[in-house]
């Protein structure tokens, strides 16, 4: 038998704990797949006296995180600390100056600091590996790095956030508001108590600058991410959305090509017979389109302990068994910085969604702006939908420049006619 | 830049040629993600005359095939060429004895001869590599040997076989019979001239062999794949199903457990919220259900030149990397052989199709024997469907044994009421 992996492990909370429990319910199974034993040696968290259901006295505890980087009796550090910077960022730069493996979950610190850290782990020949960062338990990482390399990949999109998949599942199912999903998410812990991370769409904006380096061989840009979220969604939306033949999803959706590197987190009409019109609940699912494999997905369970864990420990086996290399897919130094496009040349259909007071002139006034500025409709329906009185205006669009959108809503903007901000969400072709 | 891996190919039919084609195609990409170029040398085929619509000259042509194995100008073998045995197993034996990695894409090869291979592969320490045997493009082999190898894996299934899949979801929108369609597939090039392969599902029986094998860690075992065609579904089961709110699916099944391992390919019964319901057409899907992660669902093109081509030069990508170790995610001598599961120890509900007599006392005759077989129904119909004068009965099962479904249809063999042997088809849970 070869020698053992040595772990240490910094981070106890749900997805640590799963780990713990992962290396001890699947041990053998585990030796022979990587072919040598895979061991926790050393484990480090906030909060030592917590019951986290688990036995850890057999672990070394370290009080100190960062001294995990360069413990003797460790080969590998694992991070599920949490957050872009602080304690995690410096266990990771100390980890790989230390000349150790890394793998975390953390998607908010690979987003802002991958590039940096991939030149860390490629200058000390040491693995990176991040799949639990991006789709939880979906080997989507090792899906793009590995199984579609062969292709050139023209886009990458999914539903990256299991919270708002499952606000927008219940919400379609007990045609409910968003607000009042929410509350009943949070109250079963399926949503933080801070919820913006995943309902605005930034959770999902990290995942997809991962996915996009990875697949397009750019440099990760997750500044350029234009993000938005679910919050806006209302019960009326996605009731109209189904009359029309559609669910709506938080898709992440990257591209690239001669017009630079698009990528965007937004609310989405989804065709029903789509694969990600089936993804219900908090699953997640990722399309890759490659110009010879076609149309790839790859669907399973986005979050949770095990799931999670899963991923942490195919990494490790990925490293017990020598198998890794560029966690970029390619050497960090020949990823490209590639400009963001300009989504106002991006040509799609589109949902308009305006509450409007009910009152003469207000479809006239919207259906000018529309004219004015190019803007073709192919449909257009006006339901009272509230007992407050107000009024919807349901518009989607023929395919045309988003950017002759974007103008027509500018014209709007401040209209006296309209109860707040009109919603717009993209149509999935 | 590092060294080139240099590949000889055999057999230059469809994939043969996508490979070349891709390499072409994807050149820049493929030197950049495999860290050097990846370059085909030689090249071998039956007929050196034919024209494939890409520039072969620049490869050294081979007239025996089996040569390719031992060429100094060569580090790794691809072989393309089909079928169980003969020059395909020669030149696979002869490879990884010369100490050269191979890879492949034929299933046949390797449900029957799988574990020598590995074995040679291993004591070689070279790569034996063959993705593209199951299910196309799909990175599956790659999802369960690392993706998903934290995992305990009781159960994978799947839609492994293109042909029958374009068949069926054809005869459910259209609402015709099997032989029609089929003759519809031949014309178009979907289905082969000689189709037993596909629709009898030994196609399918091969894959799933080997997704056993990895899944499980257990040794392959094509021969103890019970494997049933969908010669015999006619347009009425479709319809039956679908009133019943579910499709039809040639679905192949592997579970490991105490009672043994179980591996079957047949015509199930899929519910429409299962996500192979929504695989129509000649597309592919795999299931794979983990103690911690879960379900995962893998889908995409499983066969025609471009994702096979897509598949193998993944292969090689990993090969060019270094990243590969042993075949089935364990060495070899580690693979367990485990007794063949009884299936008439399975539970589950059945559905049942009798074509029958138009007279009095066949249905009296049929119920008897469930009822002294012990087999529950949940639902029966009687429905006269052809211009013939036939009837079909058709009998949804309560779950239970299949012991008791196989006693009731012994009895019922032979039969007078009945024209030709009654269909049964599992209902996937």
Known sequence: MAETLRVALAGLGTVGGGVVRLLDANRDLITRRAGRPIEIVAISARDRAKDRGVDLSRFAWVDDTSTLATRDDADVVVELIGGSDGPALTLARNTLAAGKGFVTANKAMLAHHGLELAQAAEAARVPLKFEAAVAGGIPVIKGLREGAAANEIARVYGILNGTCNFILSKMEAEGRDFAEVLAEAQALGYAEADPSFDIDGVDA?????????????????????????IRRVIAADIAEAAALGYRVRLVGVAEAGANGLFQRVHPHLVPLDHPLASVTGSLNAVVAEGNFVGRLLFQGRGAGDGPTASAVVADLIDIARGEYGPPYAMPAASLVAMAAADPGERRGRAYLRFTVEDRVGVLAEIAAAMRDAGVSIESLIQRGTHGDGSVIVAIVTHEGPERSVAQALEKLRGSQSLAGAPLWMHILE
């Open 205 to 229: 904006a990290h995942k997809l600058s991962i996915l996009a380096s990875i697949a397009f061989g750019t440099q990760p840009a997750f500044e350029a991410v234009a993000a938005d979220g």
